[in-house]
C-alpha cells in the first residue's frame, strides 16, 4: 500500500495496489498543473484508490475540455487528474506521495513543450508528443 496528501495534509489517500510505469509529461499543461518542469503521473483504477477529505477541501479544475484536475483548496497541492470519457481512471501526481516510491521514468513525454532550461536524462526514451505504447501505457490520458 502506498500513503499520500496534499502539502497541509488536509486530505490523505491510500493506494492498494502496485504502481504501474510512470512517464514525466513536459507538456505546457502538466507544467503549469505542477508548477514544476514536467509532471510525473500515473494512471490506476480508481477502486484502488482512496482518499480521506474530512474537511471538504478537494476541489476540480477543467483544465481542458473534459479533462479535470483535483487539488486541495487549502494549501494548493495537485492530487490527481481524470477524463470525463474514462472517471473509473485517476492519474496521481507521484510528488504527493509520502511512500517511498524509486523507480525511474519509462520515457519523457512532450519534449518539444519542455522548459528551455531543464536537460533530461539521455538513457530514458524522449518523444516529441507521446510516448508509443510499447514503452509507456499512459492509462487515463488521451493517449492515442
Not at 500513503?3 to 486530505?11: A, D, M, V
Request: with cysteine.
Amino acid at each position: 500500500m502506498y500513503k499520500g496528501s496534499c502539502l497541509c495534509g488536509g486530505i490523505n489517500y491510500e493506494i492498494n495496489t502496485e504502481l504501474p510505469d510512470f512517464g514525466c509529461c513536459h507538456c505546457t499543461s502538466c507544467r503549469k498543473g505542477s508548477g514544476s518542469a514536467y509532471g510525473a503521473n500515473i494512471g490506476l483504477d480508481r477502486s484502488n484508490f482512496q482518499i480521506s477529505d474530512l474537511n471538504n477541501l478537494l476541489r476540480e479544475f477543467e483544465s481542458s475540455p473534459g479533462k479535470f484536475r483535483a487539488f486541495c483548496s487549502h494549501c494548493g497541492s495537485p492530487l490527481f487528474a481524470y477524463l470525463s470519457k474514462s472517471p473509473d481512471i485517476v492519474r496521481v501526481r507521484l510528488g504527493s506521495l509520502d511512500t517511498p516510491f524509486a523507480h525511474p521514468p519509462k520515457a519523457h513525454t512532450f519534449t518539444s513543450d519542455k522548459a528551455l532550461w531543464e536537460v533530461l536524462d539521455e538513457d530514458t526514451p524522449q518523444f516529441e508528443t507521446w510516448a508509443t505504447r510499447d514503452i509507456l501505457v499512459q492509462a487515463g490520458s488521451k493517449q492515442p
